[in-house]
């Protein structure tokens, strides 16, 4: 069975950090192109961060130096480090794995930023 399963979400205050994780099962992860995106509320799902199967990141402008994208296919997990939290980063944030064949979606995670 196909799983992605996000954790670490939860509150911090502005200017603080997070990691979120993302465990896949059920298929071969390191085929995969990895994606962090975001859904604000009343807002489009945005994407945030995306790392390829050779490593190359990339990454939404608001975004750029305070968050990182990063991947162990050994633990088929897909990490995402944020840093200098802002209020404007609260969402529910989702992991993705997609290629040439197909894509699957994590359950989603909430980040709230608030003091």
């Known amino acids: 069975q196909v799983q992605l399963v996000e954790s670490g979400g939860g509150l911090a205050q502005p200017g603080g950090s997070l990691r979120l994780s993302c465990t896949a099962s059920?298929?071969?992860?390191?085929?995969?192109?990895l994606a962090w995106y975001r859904q604000a509320l009343g807002k489009q799902r945005e994407l945030v961060a995306l790392?390829?199967?050779?490593?190359?990141?990339r990454y939404v402008n608001s975004v750029k130096g305070r968050f990182t994208i990063s991947r162990d296919n050994a633990k088929n997990t897909v990490y995402l480090e944020m840093n200098n939290l802002t209020p404007e980063d609260t969402a529910i944030y989702y992991c993705?794995?997609?290629?040439?064949?197909?894509?699957?979606w994590g359950q989603g995670t909430q980040v709230t930023v608030s003091s």
């Open positions: 993705n794995a997609d290629s040439i064949r197909d894509e699957y």
């Open positions: 059920g298929f071969d992860y390191s085929r995969y192109k």
């Open positions: 790392i390829l199967t050779t490593g190359t990141t």
